[in-house]
């Protein structure tokens, strides 16, 4: 089992920056796959970016790419996701995601384990 803990949200003007981070607890991180999804008001849960447990694949949604980079530290048990470019419409909370599989899945049911989310808002 692996607990997640999500961290980095904030406020930030259009075209700033944020980098989130999402620490994982165990000793088998490096065998999950994992993955960023957001939920904004009145939304449902969106895929934004996943990454393989190699960190050799990696799979964003079509409106992040070119701004959001995912990655994985396994020494830090932690994964990244650096927003880039942000626009008020990235406005949501953020939720990063386990899963103990070769593959990169874009749809949450196939994920294992979840954060609690951290707030990210986007002022115009």
């Known amino acids: 089992q692996v607990q997640l803990v999500e961290s980095g949200g904030g406020l930030v003007q259009t075209g700033g920056s944020l980098r989130l981070s999402c620490a994982a607890s165990?000793?088998?991180?490096?065998?999950?796959?994992m993955g960023w999804f957001r939920q904004g008001p009145g939304k449902e849960r969106e895929f934004v970016a996943a990454i393989s447990r190699s960190g050799g694949s990696t799979n964003y949604a079509d409106s992040e790419k070119g701004r959001f980079t995912i990655s994985r530290d396994d020494a830090k048990n932690t994964v990244y996701l650096q927003m880039n470019s942000l626009k008020p419409e990235d406005t949501a909370v953020y939720y990063c995601?386990?899963?103990?599989?070769?593959?990169?899945?874009?749809?949450?049911?196939?994920?294992?384990?979840w954060g609690q989310g951290t707030q990210v808002t986007v002022s115009s």
């Open positions: 165990g000793r088998t991180f490096n065998s999950y796959a």
């Open positions: 995601a386990a899963d103990h599989t070769i593959a990169v899945y874009t749809l949450p049911y196939k994920y294992d384990y």
